[in-house]
Every structure is written in structure tokens, then in C-alpha cells.
């Protein structure tokens, strides 16, 4: 048995998890469906709402959770959310992680201001929904610091992560999709 074989089975989802997912709710999805998240529809109810499919959920979970681990201090981590449904989720993912949290509006000058009371450098931006949360995403790819931002799995849009501007002449700029 191969070490890929090995940590591919380890990262797949066991039955309780797909029972956890199923008692969240995390499978329905909503009736208007955009270009980028077919391909993460299963099938539609009669009544129009959308069903989304576990198994690529699940490797957005897991994806998104490697992304965070790789980050060695959590309080580098920042989440964000501008709507009232992500703003729960936010905070506590902050509360029991050590992340620092963005619940509500954002303030301009959070990433870029340094006088501000509540600056902060984040190494990495999770943010819950890409159309309401485009500002903290645009201001920190105008910061001065390196930070890797993700936008995790939401109803309304597929994962994807870019690099921030590179700070200096000589860095490269690289855009990257998740491509699943």
C-alpha cells in the first residue's frame, strides 16, 4: 500500500461525517444556481432548490482545512463575514480556533491603516460569502504583507484562492484556482 492510498483514505469522509453534513443541512443549496457552482450541484428537487454533492463538499472542507493548519499561528487567521447568516459562524470559528474575527461591517483601513486601533496583518482571509465580503478581499491584496486569501465553498460561489500583490518589483504575481 502506497503512502498516497493511505492518506487519501484517511482524508475521506467516514459515515458519520456524511451524517453530520446531512443533519446541517449542508447538501441544499439555493434555486438560483450561477455558472461556477454546477459543477457542484447533484440534482434539483421538484421544487426547485438545488442539491448540492457531498462527496466535492467534503473535499472543500478538506482543502479549506489545510489551508488553515498550514498557518502556524492562528491568530494570523482572520474571518470575515458582512452577512447576517455568516456572522455566527465567524465568531465562534474565531472563539474556538484563536483566529481573530471580522463579524458585521468592515471598516476601511483594518488591513492597510496602521494607526487604527483594530489593525491587523492577516496571513489568511476566510470569508464567507466573495460578493458581500469584496472588500476586505480587495484591501488586503492592496496591503503591503504577503497574505494568501481563500474564499471558502458558499451557495453563491465555487472555492478559490489567490496571492496577495506582490510588495516588491521583483516578485511575480501568480493567480491559482482550486480546479475541482
Known amino acids: 500500500m502506497s503512502l498516497a492510498s493511505n492518506g487519501e483514505r484517511k482524508l475521506a469522509p467516514a459515515e458519520n461525517d456524511i451524517q453530520s453534513l446531512l443533519a446541517c443541512h449542508c447538501h441544499i443549496g439555493a434555486r438560483n444556481c450561477d455558472a461556477g457552482m454546477e459543477r457542484y450541484v447533484w440534482n434539483r428537487r ?51 480556533t484563536g483566529a481573530q474575527s471580522l463579524a458585521g461591517r468592515f471598516t476601511p483601513g483594518t488591513f492597510t491603516n496602521q494607526i487604527q486601533k483594530r489593525f491587523i496583518e492577516p496571513r489568511l482571509l476566510i470569508i464567507t460569502n466573495p460578493r458581500m465580503d469584496h472588500q476586505p ?32 518589483a521583483a516578485s ?4 491559482c484556482s482550486t480546479g475541482c
Open 46 to 96: 421538484s421544487d426547485g432548490v438545488h442539491i448540492l454533492h457531498l462527496g466535492r463538499t467534503w473535499e472543500k472542507l478538506m482543502l479549506a482545512a489545510r489551508i488553515i493548519v498550514s498557518i502556524e499561528n492562528p491568530a494570523d487567521v482572520c474571518a470575515v463575514a458582512a452577512g447576517t447568516y455568516g456572522q455566527r459562524a465567524v465568531l465562534k470559528f474565531a472563539h474556538h
Open 137 to 168: 478581499i480587495w484591501k488586503l491584496r492592496t496591503a503591503t504583507s504577503q497574505s494568501l486569501l481563500s474564499a471558502m465553498l458558499t451557495r453563491h460561489s465555487a472555492t478559490s484562492m489567490w496571492p496577495s500583490q506582490p510588495t516588491t
Open 172 to 175: 511575480t504575481r501568480s493567480a
